[in-house]
């Protein structure tokens, strides 16, 4: 949003005509925008307006009802942390003890109304003018934030008297492009980590395809994962780390939240690899980005299927408090040699016209291969792909 079409939202008219517009849908937006013009609205604010009503759509899925107070940037949304994600750093702050946190990267102010939300106060910062000015508006109705444009770093965090830190630094290119160098981040990692030096309790969101050898020695590294999708790698350091360094995943999913740590004694080592048994686990994204699909083979009694793929097998199905949510388990029906027609012979001799296929470790193409197959048929199947023992098979599965 350029500055000119923020003044036209903010005046009474704009934000007006901006909470008056019906739901977004697209179909519907040119000629919406022309009934506005006819109507004697600026050309100008209604292209604000509209852009707003579609983002608006578009951040539901992360701010919930929120998102309806609000405003946003295409690249503000894009890195904005989903309000259930904000709720647990806001969490780790207040278990930790901290009243007063400095975000130094606050954004479109996500972070920052999690934290107001679990009653603690938040100087949020942005180098941005228009992202501060935005989040200035999205952050209106909590006086517990202060939103000042600048650079956060440049903070004299001990005049200011804030007891911990957050920061998610930029991972894309004004162009849109990620970054994958953490030197080129905006700011840089290395200058945010050593705001710890200063005030220990420091927490980082990051991008989960950090390597963990390049992870910090003193962090608790967790990847997070929201209904199937891991949406960030978080670094937490001092008292927002309780248990110590270490490698955790956290799995939120239809509303509840599952943890999973490495275990000191090695139950996270590699697991033994066998043959696929009568059951099959796949280990939820933020377990296998962690390092802990060992972890969850150690719970069910199980091995690996092939020492590259991170699926688990077992011969009888584990106790649900074992692997749920953390894992999705599978029945085997079935254990066939990749091929095509092979395939497509076993779809159709049992009426399969509805297929989700699953794949690891394997080049095939999943709609490619459903175009192939030409399946027909009243029922439903679920087929995963992968390598057993270094061979690729098919595996006829039902969920369990």
């Not at 925008?33 to 600026?42: M, N, P, S, T």
């Not at 707003?52 to 942390?81: I, N, Y």
């Not at 969101?205 to 910090?216: N, Y």
Request: charged letters at 25%; aromatic letters at 6%.
């Amino acid at each position: 949003m350029d500055d000119a079409g923020l003044v036209k939202l903010l005046s009474p008219d704009g934000w007006a005509l901006l909470q008056a517009l019906p739901p977004y849908d697209e179909r519907f937006a040119l000629p919406l925008a022309e009934r506005l013009q006819k109507d004697g609205f600026d050309a100008g604010l209604v292209a604000a307006a509209l852009t707003q009503s579609r983002l608006r759509a578009k951040a539901r899925g992360k701010l919930g009802d929120f998102a309806e107070g609000m405003l946003f940037t295409v690249a503000g949304l894009e890195q904005a942390t989903r309000l259930e994600v904000a709720a647990h750093h806001a969490r780790r702050y207040r278990d930790a003890g901290c009243g007063y946190v400095a975000d130094l990267t606050c954004g479109l102010g996500a972070d920052a109304l999690a934290m107001a939300g679990v009653g603690l106060r938040v100087l949020a910062t942005d180098v941005d003018e228009t992202t501060a000015a935005l989040a200035t508006v999205n952050l209106r109705a909590f006086p517990e934030v202060q939103v000042r444009m600048g650079d956060g770093l440049a903070l004299d965090l001990a005049a200011e008297g804030v007891d911990g830190v957050y920061a998610d630094p930029a991972r894309r290119t004004g162009t849109g492009r990620r970054v994958f160098d953490p030197r080129a981040y905006s700011p840089p990692l290395d200058e945010v980590l050593a705001v710890r030096a200063t005030v220990p309790a420091l927490g980082l969101k990051l991008g989960p395809g950090i390597a963990h050898r390049d992870l910090p020695h003193d962090a608790e590294a967790q990847w997070v994962s929201s209904d199937g999708e891991v949406v960030e790698l978080g670094l937490w350091f001092g008292p927002l780390a309780p248990d110590g360094p270490g490698r955790s995943a956290l799995v939120l999913r239809a509303g509840s939240a599952s943890a999973l740590r490495a275990d000191p004694d090695g139950e996270d080592d590699a697991p033994p690899v066998g043959p696929v048994g009568g059951y099959l686990y796949e280990p939820d994204g933020a377990v296998i980005r962690a390092g802990l699909v060992g972890t969850i083979a150690h719970r069910v009694r199980g091995r690996l299927v092939d020492p590259t793929i991170a699926y688990v097998t077992s011969d009888a199905l584990a106790d649900r408090t074992a692997w749920q949510p953390l894992a999705t388990a599978y029945r085997v029906l079935d254990d066939l040699p990749f091929g095509l027609k092979r395939l497509r012979t076993y779809l159709r001799e049992r009426g399969v016209g509805r297929l989700t296929i699953k794949k690891r470790g394997t080049a095939v193409v999943p709609e490619t291969l459903r175009r192939q197959l030409d399946l027909r048929g009243p029922s439903e199947g679920t087929v995963v792909l992968t390598r057993v023992a270094g061979q690729q098979r098919v595996l006829v599965v039902e969920p369990v």
